[in-house]
């Protein structure tokens, strides 16, 4: 028995103008082809119907304007683009069925016009990518970059002078790339970039058009806007945010936790609190008022998990600044750090400064600071037992041999994938999987884990 696949959507296309203009429309084609899409010679077979315009001379607008009537009155449905696509206004005015209007090489929207008037036809058989993209995470967590490189020069980092300086992604492209990962089933996105907190700054946070509202490349329009999607269940995807540096604009996305736009989560990488030794690491948006931040934080987003890492033994780090460091650490309560010892990578500025910490005193730091954080952690999840918390379940484990009971490895709002701790369920019932978002009674905690069972019904 031979599988029969759906028809695959034809698209009509009506290329005017110059040779540019021709290999954008080839390029446009290409795309849709690789997309599933199937060309169609006339109007009568298409689904949708491209004009690639022209709107260098007035009597090429002519033309164009007369390409895209004779397309509405053939076929009805049409996408205008190229250089006249600058001028929306006049062609809506004149045609206001045209479904989309998008300008001169701007081949994402184009393309993305076509998807939402004609959507492609998945076909697990042809497609070289699933649906929402080849990822390396399990299905129901996804990885969203936003930029790449980074405009600080950290004395101890390099990636600057591998990834060069920050580039952002346009908004309605990231936006789209979430839209996608939870249509195909992302239950929680984590987003990523070397700096989080700077998304935009290169591009001047330039504003996109997003289901007909602008919406600003800037972190906290997109949280806002990944806060609205929707899963499947109708339910708000967690968003987590990575890598946020706390320069003043962080305290408007504490609001949108507060709101349950956002997953009450910071990933704030600090790696230090003495002012001197910032100061010699080079680290943006180093100010001294972070604990006061942290404190209205946690008044506004009182369940906010923080959690950071820090360096030890960074050269010239006295004894001082390390007994600095722990206290800020007792004071800013973080409930999760992740500690790393000083190594001198090839190519970083701070190979060169003066004082190396000798490697038995950053290993008595580094033990020092692992004991603190831990009790603090301990403490912390302590007070969450007898709570009801809700939990994604990443792992459902096999039936107990003896009593039949279904284990679980689940994680809270507090727990990020990978990097941080789990919460072990008890008792979840048959029909668990991962991806799933349910409430559980914490009934033990212990240095970074929790336990507990779902909460019936
Ligand atoms: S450590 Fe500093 S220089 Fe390196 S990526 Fe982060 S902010 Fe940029």
């Known amino acids: ?59 090429a607008k002519e033309e164009s304007l007369e390409a ?12 205008v683009t190229g250089c006249m696509g600058n001028e929306a206004e006049l062609i809506r005015a004149r045609f206001p069925s045209v ?18 008037a004609s959507p492609p036809v998945p076909n697990a058989f042809v497609d ?17 970059k936003i930029s790449e490189g980074c405009n600080h020069r950290c004395s101890f980092c390099i990636i600057p002078s591998l990834r060069g300086d920050l580039v952002s992604r346009r908004i309605d492209a990231v936006l789209r790339e979430a839209e996608k990962l939870v249509s195909a089933g992302t239950k929680e996105l984590l987003v990523i ?26 972190m906290t329009d997109m949280a806002r806007e990944l806060g609205q999607l929707r899963t499947a269940e109708g339910r708000a995807p967690w ?16 609001p949108l936790m507060a709101e349950g736009l956002l997953t009450p989560y910071l990933d704030i990488p600090f790696q230090h609190a003495a002012p001197s ?13 972070v604990l006061d931040r942290i404190r209205t934080w946690r008044s506004i987003a009182p369940d906010i998990a923080i959690r950071s890492s820090f360096v030890v033994g960074f050269p010239g780090e006295t004894e001082e600044d390390f007994q600095y460091l722990l206290n800020w650490l007792d004071e800013a309560q973080l409930d999760r750090v992740g500690a790393f010892r000083f190594e001198a990578v090839e190519g970083a500025a701070a190979n060169a400064l003066d004082n190396p910490v000798p490697e038995e005193v950053k290993e008595e730091r580094y033990q020092r600071i692992m004991e603190k954080t831990a009790a603090i952690s301990a403490a912390k999840l302590q007070a969450k037992v007898g709570r009801t ?45 991962p991806g799933d978002i349910i409430d559980v009674l914490i009934e033990d905690a212990d240095d970074h884990d929790l336990f507990g069972a779902p909460v019936a019904g």
Not at 68 to 79: F, L, Q, S, T
Not at 240 to 251: A, E, K, M, Q, S
Not at 279 to 284: A, C, D, G, S
Request: net charge negative; glycine share 8%; aromatic share 6%.
């Open 1 to 59: 028995m031979a599988t029969a696949f759906p028809p695959a959507p034809k698209v009509g296309m009506v290329s005017l103008g110059c040779p540019k203009a021709l290999v954008d429309s080839e390029r446009i084609l290409t795309k849709l082809r690789s997309d599933g899409y199937q060309m169609s010679p006339d109007y009568a077979g298409a689904d949708v119907v491209l004009v690639n315009t022209c709107g260098f001379l007035d009597s």
């Open 68 to 79: 895209i009537g004779e397309a509405i009155a053939e076929n009805g449905r049409v996408i």
């Open 99 to 116: 479904l989309a209007v998008t300008g001169a090489h701007q081949y994402e929207q184009v393309v993305n016009a076509v998807h939402e």
């Open 128 to 144: 070289l990518v699933p649906e929402g993209g080849l990822k390396l995470t399990p299905r129901h967590y996804s990885y969203l």
């Open 193 to 218: 970039s070397q700096d989080t907190s700077a998304y935009g700054v290169d591009t001047r946070h330039e504003p996109r058009m997003w289901h007909g509202r602008e919406v600003r490349a800037h």
């Open 239 to 254: 968003v987590r945010l990575h890598y946020v540096y706390p320069y003043p604009h962080v305290d408007q996305v504490i």
């Open 277 to 289: 030794v910032l100061k010699r690491m080079k680290r943006p948006a180093n100010e001294a008022k």
């Open 389 to 433: 918390l809700p939990v994604i379940i990443d792992e459902v484990g096999e039936p107990d041999e003896e009593d039949g009971g279904i284990g679980a490895t689940a994680r809270s709002q507090a727990d990020a994938p990978e990097i941080d701790g789990n919460v072990f369920l008890r008792d979840v019932g048959d029909d668990a999987k």
